[in-house]
């Protein structure tokens, strides 16, 4: 270890005035603990106000769940079985100012293998094709997903719905499957044809690109909402490498904490697979429910 360049026993003036002209050096740090501890005064010691506001992006402060964007995914596999349900319960789950435009709903099961910051990990839920201000878009109704740092950013930066579960995607022979489990339940289970037909590639970059919709919650310390916001926000840089449709089914079990079966299946519509390379943009608020 290095000497320090003062004596810390016998702290003078000299000492003094280096903590004044250089605060953000170690040894300017160490000294300025140093006279401190010769006060037993440590009230003034700690974080100051403007640094905890420079640093504050999430939580932990010093650590937090999550790193800084871009949020860049990298063979990204989605399946998709898009199925027609009932519009009145539909109804019931979409909030005003967005619109239904079909009593359909796509039901998602999505592989990311290679994420920045949030790793490799596998998530479920359900989207549903809406339209906001006379664009067409996706409201993202539930997600559930096996990794912290993706939940903990998706609910604290987007607003997304997101919640623990245990999804699976993978290949099985000739078959695409997808699964989700809430704790030893299964509750979804969606199976396709593998790859039976190629799909145009510009068809299924343009679903990607679709504006889609979120709202987020954080409440207050006291439980009373403090944050209700409608928050729109779109994939960018989207390199599409594959897609295919072919048939599918999907079977949804009730649960009473993953109600995914409260969107009956009437009819099976259409079932998508594809892989892509996209980043997840940042959101922007379209509509405040608290003004």
Not at 125 to 136: D, K, L
Request: hydrophobic share 40%; with cysteine; net charge neutral.
């Amino acid at each position: 270890m290095r000497d320090s360049p003062v004596g810390l026993s016998n702290i003078n003036a000299r000492e003094i005035q280096c903590v004044q002209k250089d605060s953000g050096s170690f040894w300017a740090r160490l000294l300025h603990y140093s006279l401190a501890h010769k006060r037993g005064d440590f009230r003034h010691v700690g974080m100051k106000e403007h640094e905890v506001r420079d640093r504050a992006f999430a939580m932990p402060l010093t650590q937090p769940a999550y790193p800084r964007g871009p949020y860049r995914f990298v063979d990204r596999e989605y399946f998709i079985i898009t199925y027609r349900t009932d519009p009145e319960k539909l109804r019931a789950l979409v909030p005003a100012p967005l619109e239904i435009e079909a009593p359909l709903v796509k039901y998602e099961f999505i592989r990311m293998p290679d994420s920045t910051g949030f790793g490799d990990y596998t998530e479920s839920g359900q989207v549903i094709p809406v339209s906001f201000a006379g664009r067409s878009g996706n409201y993202t109704l539930c997600m559930f997903l096996n990794d912290h740092p993706p939940i903990a950013a998706g609910r604290e930066l987007w607003g997304f719905p997101k919640k623990l579960g245990s999804p699976t995607l993978r290949a099985e022979t000739d078959t695409l499957i997808g699964t989700l489990d809430y704790g030893p339940v299964r509750v979804a289970t969606g199976t396709m044809g593998y790859k039976h037909h190629a799909m145009d590639i510009a068809r299924a970059k343009g679903a990607l690109s679709a504006p889609n919709f979120l709202l987020k919650i954080i409440p207050h310390v006291d439980g009373s909402p403090r944050i209700c916001e409608l928050v729109e926000y779109y994939m960018e840089d989207i390199q599409v490498k594959g897609a295919w449709t072919g048939p599918a089914a999907l079977s949804l079990t009730p649960h009473a904490l993953a109600p995914v079966a409260e969107l009956p299946v009437l009819e099976v519509v259409a079932a998508t697979h594809s892989v892509a390379d996209l980043t997840l943009g940042l959101g922007k608020v379209v509509h405040d429910y608290l003004r």
